[in-house]
């Protein structure tokens, strides 16, 4: 277990309680959520380590969640190809190029990096679950590493790095913070997605909110504390987006680990009236997207 004695982003000693959270979606075992009073930053407090981590991935669920079936299947896929062709058209006008040298870390199923593959730009993945990297060179043909090679990788050479929902997952981001530095080229920018904890639906479901997804996810930051991050791992945030279609798959999930019967209309009809709340203000939505620069 690791246990932060102190705020893993500005180091204060007044770090208490915030939430008790269920793994509803494997174990079923219990984590604490801690706040820092300093910094507001929210963390998974004894969470597992590098090596016991493993269990908690144990499922070919959390590499894909394509095997879902029926209705919910069909639109999780449609709302992806969405979402796929929006991070295309939004890494084009961010970078403004029409192709460059793209590294997506935490790649999982290869789905987005086929897209960018397609439309002609030249491609690296870094994934840590091997039947996902296995996945990505049979399906789609794609160069996908373990973890350990991303040192590897030669300084300065990526127009675009791209963190789909992967930073929250990390036992140290402000390595990969480092690495990014490292690796992005004079001008290249990183974007990265994640859970916003200040967001509408996770003030709304509070510990059945499906994004703290303990212990997977060990930071829980919002628009604030990332922006804290970033300063202290020595990136600026050059702007900052909302992901508009993951609240109705939050929301739902949210609904179901709130054991709701109907919770796929009421994920739906909740989704819709988070989203139109968030039209006014972007940093209540469910995920953010941040612009990062060295
Ligand atoms: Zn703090």
Known sequence: ???????????????????RCRDHFLTGEDFNLE???????????????????????????YASHNDNKGISGILY???????????????????????GRLLDIG?????????????????????INEKARKRSVEKFGLKVLE?????ALEQE????????HVLEHFQDPFKYASEIKRLL???????????????CDALHFGPFWAAYDVPRHLWHFNSDTFIKFSAKAGLKITGIHSLPLDIFY????????????????????????????????KYKSSSLVYLLRK
């Open 107 to 127: 790649s999982g199923s290869g789905h987005f990096l086929s897209v960018m593959k397609n439309s002609g730009w030249d491609t690296t993945g870094i994934e």
């Open 147 to 151: 973890p350990g090679l991303l040192n």
């Open 185 to 199: 080229r004079p001008g290249g920018i990183c974007i990265a997605a994640m859970p916003n904890s200040s967001s």
């Open 250 to 281: 939050i929301s739902m999930l949210s609904e179901k680990y709130k054991a709701s019967k109907t919770h796929f209309i009421s994920g739906i009809l909740k989704g819709g009236l988070f989203s139109f709340r968030t039209l006014f203000n």
């Open 77 to 99: 896929n449609l709302s992806r190809e969405i979402m796929l062709r929006k991070k295309l058209r939004l890494i084009r006008k961010i970078t403004g190029l029409r192709t």
């Open 35 to 61: 706040k820092c009073s300093s910094c507001g930053f929210i963390f998974t407090q004894d969470h597992p380590d590098e090596e016991n981590s493993g269990k908690y991935y144990e499922s070919d669920k």
């Open 157 to 164: 050479s990526f127009d675009c790095i791209t963190l789909w």
């Open 1 to 19: 277990m690791v246990h932060h004695g102190t705020c893993p982003i500005c180091d204060s000693g007044n770090i208490s309680h915030y939430l």
